[in-house]
């Protein structure tokens, strides 16, 4: 199994820029893609970024695809979000996702069988 755990979420006026990240432990090595999902109150979890290990390819959500950049270091398994001209639409909890196997739809959460708890973001 693969543990994730984030960190860097916090509050920041809008325009502003905020730093995610993403720390990965247990069977890393079984990781096949990760990806950045965010949920605000009441709405659905939504996905926001995608890499994959091996190659790095990026896949982004057209909503923040000029602001936020995905990036990893395979070396320490982490996994970062760089997020830039913040506005507060952005105010949500910000999810950490591993996939183990093959995926077909980045964008799904289905795709993805590991979890972190979450970072909050709030954006004013």
């Known amino acids: 199994d693969v543990q994730l755990v984030e960190s860097g979420g916090g509050s920041v006026q809008a325009g502003g820029s905020l730093r995610l990240s993403c720390a990965a432990s247990?069977?890393?090595?079984?990781?096949?893609?990760m990806a950045w999902f965010r949920q605000a109150p009441g709405k659905e979890r939504d996905f926001m970024a995608s890499?994959?290990?091996?190659?790095?390819?990026?896949y982004y959500a057209d909503s923040v695809k000029s602001r936020f950049t995905i990036s990893q270091d395979n070396a320490k398994n982490k996994v970062y979000l760089q997020m830039n001209s913040l506005k507060p639409d952005d105010t949500a909890s910000y999810y950490c996702a591993a996939s183990t196997a093959i995926v077909f739809d980045c964008r799904l959460r289905g795709s993805y069988n590991c979890w972190g708890q979450g970072t909050q973001v709030t954006v004013s």
């Open positions: 890499i994959t290990t091996g190659d790095g390819s990026l």
């Open positions: 247990g069977d890393t090595y079984r990781r096949n893609r």
